[in-house]
């Protein structure tokens, strides 16, 4: 279950105005959240105390949101507060992700609440980014967006192509034209490449490997920053990367580079790699991590980088809960 929020104001106190304008919220929240009236488990509508010609609830019935139970409920007068404002809360029987809504000027008093909320989570293989995001994703309530994800899904297109790598041409071409999609089911991140989930396929050693050497072409990189923008700016996420804070997103407040010992992030791989019945040694992945880091680091476009603003946390003695504490901290302080 989600509790979607929303905001109004009314030009006037009457009861055409209050039927216009809760008829509109309402249907934007409903519209922002493709929410099917079956999906809606109540509706609580409160005014503030200028507001006397006509119930939200009641205007809310006549609109045809009706098949729910309505509540209306006077605001406090409080200093501060707008003027002729209607609130509304709809408690929604749906796990995905939720969008509230301000409309007309109405003021957004929880900033976590009403904003899209970005949090960059840079970091090298290994330390831990991708597992920390899902947390704090989960924690916060907003998505998690594994942008080393699409890089590896635009390797394996290479590869499914038969492309050599190395010519820049030929990785440039197919990549123009990739029809590369993140999709969510449950929360969860889906990887589509042309059509088809390729999640599972894109975790092999080959792949990530590859994604390290293909992104570092400026195209593919131009691409897939496109898309991740894209994504950000539409809803609340955490993106794990290389770039996210230097180059994603520059002017993102919530900033976090996540760093560990190459002994200590191969053993995590390792350790991670091992239950799902891969035979790779530790040695070989420790080399793979050192190499990535290289690759990663030494690239002309968008290196991995450490962004001045970002707050540092070595993970090397700490669990992925207790990073993701540590970041949710971070993130509520500012908010
Ligand atoms: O996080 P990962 O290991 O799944 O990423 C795979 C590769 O993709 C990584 O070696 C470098 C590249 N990458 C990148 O250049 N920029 C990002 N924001 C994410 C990943």
Same mark, same amino acid.
């Given at each position: 279950?989600?509790?979607?929020?929303?905001?109004?104001?009314?030009?006037?106190?009457?009861?055409q105005?209050?039927?216009?304008?809760? &008829?509109? +919220?309402?249907?934007?929240?409903?519209?922002?959240?493709?929410? *099917?009236?079956?999906?809606?488990?109540?509706? @609580?509508?409160?005014?503030?105390?200028?507001?006397?010609?006509?119930?939200?609830?009641?205007? !809310?019935?006549?609109?045809?949101?009706?098949?729910?139970?309505?509540?209306?409920?006077?605001?406090?007068?409080?200093?501060?507060?707008?003027?002729?404002?209607?609130?509304?809360?709809?408690?929604?029987?749906?796990?995905?992700?939720?969008?509230?809504? =301000?409309?007309?000027?109405?003021?957004?008093?929880? *900033?976590?609440?009403?904003?899209?909320?970005?949090? !960059?989570?840079?970091?090298?293989?290994?330390?831990?980014?991708?597992t %920390? /995001?899902?947390?704090v994703?989960?924690?916060?309530?907003?998505?998690?967006?594994?942008?080393?994800? @699409?890089?590896?899904?635009?390797?394996? &297109? $290479?590869?499914?192509?038969?492309?050599?790598?190395?010519? *820049?041409?030929?990785?440039?071409?197919?990549?123009?034209?990739?029809?590369?999609?993140?999709?969510?089911?449950?929360?969860?991140?889906?990887? +589509?490449?042309?059509?088809?989930?390729?999640s599972?396929?894109?975790?092999?050693?080959?792949?990530? @490997?590859?994604?390290?050497?293909? /992104?570092? =072409?400026?195209?593919? #990189?131009? &691409?897939?920053?496109?898309?991740?923008?894209?994504?950000?700016?539409?809803?609340?996420? %955490?993106?794990?990367?290389?770039?996210?804070?230097?180059?994603?997103?520059?002017?993102?407040?919530?900033?976090?580079?996540?760093?560990?010992?190459?002994?200590i #992030?191969?053993? #995590? #791989? =390792?350790?991670?790699?091992?239950?799902?019945?891969?035979?790779?040694t530790?040695?070989s992945?420790? &080399?793979?991590?050192?190499?990535?880091?290289?690759?990663? *680091?030494?690239?002309?476009?968008?290196?991995?980088?450490?962004?001045?603003? !970002?707050?540092?946390?070595?993970?090397?003695? @700490?669990?992925?809960?207790?990073?993701?504490?540590?970041? $949710?901290?971070?993130?509520?302080?500012?908010?």
């Amino acid at each position: 279950m989600k509790a979607i929020r929303g905001a109004t104001t009314l030009a006037s106190d009457t009861p055409q105005e209050v039927r216009e304008k809760v &008829k509109e +919220l309402l249907n934007a929240v409903a519209d922002a959240n493709s929410l *099917k009236a079956h999906e809606m488990i109540c509706i @609580m509508l409160s005014s503030t105390g200028d507001i006397h010609s006509l119930y939200p609830a009641k205007a !809310a019935r006549e609109a045809g949101f009706s098949g729910c139970a309505l509540y209306s409920s006077l605001e406090p007068d409080m200093e501060g507060s707008l003027a002729l404002c209607v609130r509304v809360m709809i408690l929604a029987d749906t796990d995905r992700a939720i969008k509230h809504v =301000y409309l007309h000027g109405a003021r957004v008093l929880r *900033k976590d609440l009403s904003q899209v909320i970005n949090i !960059a989570l840079d970091g090298p293989a290994g330390s831990g980014k991708s597992t %920390v /995001s899902k947390i704090v994703a989960k924690k916060l309530d907003i998505l998690s967006l594994d942008t080393g994800a @699409m890089y590896r899904a635009a390797a394996l &297109k $290479c590869i499914r192509e038969g492309v050599d790598y190395a010519e *820049k041409s030929q990785v440039e071409r197919i990549i123009e034209n990739i029809d590369l999609r993140v999709e969510y089911r449950d929360g969860k991140q889906l990887t +589509l490449l042309d059509g088809k989930d390729v999640s599972g396929e894109i975790r092999t050693a080959q792949v990530s @490997m590859l994604a390290s050497y293909v /992104s570092a =072409y400026p195209s593919v #990189r131009a &691409k897939m920053v496109f898309l991740q923008r894209k994504i950000a700016s539409e809803v609340s996420c %955490v993106l794990d990367g290389r770039d996210i804070g230097t180059n994603v997103l520059p002017d993102c407040p919530f900033k976090f580079f996540l760093t560990a010992a190459p002994e200590i #992030r191969a053993r #995590r #791989r =390792y350790e991670e790699d091992r239950l799902k019945g891969s035979t790779q040694t530790y040695e070989s992945i420790l &080399k793979d991590i050192n190499e990535r880091d290289e690759q990663d *680091k030494n690239r002309a476009v968008a290196p991995l980088k450490c962004a001045e603003d !970002a707050v540092i946390i070595d993970t090397s003695e @700490m669990t992925a809960e207790e990073v993701a504490v540590a970041v $949710c901290e971070k993130v509520q302080e500012k908010i």
